[in-house]
């Protein structure tokens, strides 16, 4: 069984408005991903970060497995010590935006929105368009 390339998810047509969208949308990405500065922080509670304990649990959880495999306990307190750990740092996540025009600003979230909209347009299945040659004069 062989595959057309031209017939996109299955429907008739639209490889072109695909591979455009998909373009367009990897190039506005791209735009946000290098004027996005990303940092994080812990939390902190009464004054105090909660890294550390944290931290001490896993370890102590680590001892646990290493004691016996099967324990349950240590595979729980292991597993909720990474969870916990990162939870805070995502729930502490700061994003900032550089300082950009609002022409770029247009541009860099218009493009994922443009590509987006000719991917779902290449995925519906497009009409057959009959050529007709008395118009062209052949």
């Keep these: 069984m062989s595959r057309n390339r031209v017939n996109v998810g299955g429907t008739s047509g639209g490889f072109g408005e695909f591979l ?3 373009l367009l949308m990897i190039v506005g990405f791209y735009m946000i991903f290098t004027n996005t500065s990303v940092s ?3 939390w902190h509670y ?5 890294l550390g304990p ?3 649990l896993f370890m102590i959880g680590l001892v646990f497995v290493c ?4 324990s349950w306990l240590g595979l729980l307190v292991c597993g909720g ?3 916990a750990m990162t939870v ?4 502490n996540l700061r994003l900032h935006f550089q300082n950009i025009t609002l022409l770029s600003a247009l541009v860099m979230f218009g493009l994922p929105a443009v590509g987006l909209g000719l991917i779902m347009r290449a995925l519906r299945a497009h009409e057959a368009v009959a ?3 008395t118009k062209t004069g052949l």
Excluded: K
């Excluded at 009464?46 to 909660?50: E, N, P």
């Excluded at 004691?67 to 099967?70: A, L, T, W």
């Excluded at 805070?88 to 729930?91: A, N, S, V």
């Design 81 to 83: 010590s990474i969870l």
């Design 54 to 56: 944290l931290i001490m």
């Design 88 to 91: 805070g740092m995502l729930m």
């Design 20 to 22: 455009t969208g998909l």
């Design 131 to 133: 050529v007709d040659d």
């Design 46 to 50: 009464q004054g105090r970060h909660l």
């Design 40 to 42: 994080t922080s812990f």
């Design 67 to 70: 004691i016996n495999g099967r």
